[in-house]
Nanobody, 124 residues
Framework: QVQLVESGGGLVQFGGSLRLSCTASGLTFSRYAMGWFRQAPGKEREFVAAISWTGSNTRYTDSVKGRFTISRDNAKNTMYLQMNSLKPEDTAVYYC?????????????????WGQGTQVTVSS
C-alpha cells in the first residue's frame, strides 16, 4: 500500500517545539522531492517547506524561516520538520507530500501523494 503517514503533532505552548515525522511506505522515497504544507481552519492549504531528494536543497516560506528545519533520512524513508519558537499562528493541520520529480517546488498542486495530516495546536 502506497502511503505517507505523519506523526508528532500535538498541543504546545507559545515558544515551544515539536518535531513532525513523515514516513513513506510502498513507494520509492529517496529519489523524489518532498514537502510540508499546512492548513488552518477556513484557510487554503499553504506551503511550509520542501527538500530535494539528496537533502542539499531546501526551501521555506518566509514566516517559518529561522524557526523550522526540514530534513530527511532516506535510509529510514522518513522526512522531518523540526519546529521551534512556535506561535499561535502556526496552528494548523500539517501535511507531508511527495512530488514525482527531483525538483523542489512550493505549489501544492505540483505534489502527487499526500498524507492524512497531523494537528499542531499552539496555545498563547
Amino acid at each position: 500500500q502506497v502511503q505517507l503517514v505523519e506523526s508528532g503533532g500535538g498541543l504546545v505552548q507559545f515558544g515551544g517545539s515539536l518535531r513532525l515525522s513523515c514516513t513513506a511506505s510502498g513507494l520509492t522515497f529517496s529519489r523524489y522531492a518532498m514537502g510540508w504544507f499546512r492548513q488552518a481552519p477556513g484557510k487554503e492549504r499553504e506551503f511550509v517547506a520542501a527538500i530535494s531528494w539528496t537533502g542539499s536543497n531546501t526551501r521555506y516560506t518566509d514566516s517559518v524561516k529561522g524557526r523550522f528545519t526540514i530534513s530527511r533520512d532516506n535510509a529510514k524513508n522518513t522526512m522531518y520538520l523540526q519546529m521551534n519558537s512556535l506561535k499561535p499562528e502556526d496552528t494548523a493541520v500539517y501535511y507531508c507530500a511527495q512530488r514525482a520529480s527531483v525538483i523542489v517546488t512550493m505549489g501544492p498542486e505540483e505534489y502527487d501523494l499526500w498524507g492524512q495530516g497531523t494537528q499542531v495546536t499552539v496555545s498563547s
